[in-house]
């Protein structure tokens, strides 16, 4: 629903007033950073503002321009999910924001930046291999112990017991060392 046409035009001063005053969203610009150029812009943005809400400051400016540039921003990603859904021209999502074409000085500036490992390729495949290497050797350890343990147990059972079955038996980890190195990898 599009606002009444005063409101409207009103909303469409307040943001070409935001887009005339880079100092408020081109983070690259050499005034961005300045406070004075940008309490200035502000002051613009609330005395226009205050045309439609009497009781605006900057906190009121701020919150509307993050709400429009937040509409902008869900209203492209609508469009572009449409247009990798596979779905036909006529499928494609249709924009319905009606002051989107007035935020078009930003689309450039909502683009995230490329992200990089802080780990090497070769550093990331050693510690992998060192890892499953300790991990390998540790079972095979404690494999060979608790086989030997069971054996022995089972061997005192029998000679006692000679017309049973031998039951198996459930060890505990009695083996510290091992359990302190698989806590360390």
Not at 162 to 185: H, I, Q, Y
């Amino acid at each position: 629903m599009a606002p009444p046409d005063s409101t409207k035009k009103i909303l469409e001063d307040f943001i070409e007033i935001y887009r005339s005053n880079p100092c408020l969203w081109q983070i690259k610009n050499k005034d961005y950073h300045n406070r004075d150029k940008k309490e200035a812009a502000y002051k613009l943005l609330i005395e226009k503002l205050r045309i439609i809400e009497p009781d605006a400051n900057k906190d009121v400016v701020v919150k509307k321009i993050n709400n429009l540039r937040s509409n902008v921003r869900k209203e492209t990603k609508k469009y572009e999910q449409s247009l990798k859904s596979g779905a036909s021209a006529d499928d494609v999502y249709r924009i319905k924001l009606w002051y989107y074409d007035l935020f078009n000085f930003i689309h450039d500036q909502c683009t995230p930046r490329e992200s990089s490992s802080n780990l090497d390729s070769d550093d990331e495949n050693s510690c992998e291999k060192d890892n499953t290497e300790d991990s390998l050797n540790a079972a095979e350890e404690y494999s060979s112990n608790s086989a030997s343990t069971d054996n022995e147990v089972r061997s005192t059972s029998s000679n006692n017991n000679s017309s049973r079955p031998p039951k198996p038996w459930k060890t505990k980890r009695k083996d510290e060392s091992l359990a302190n190195e698989v806590l360390e990898s």
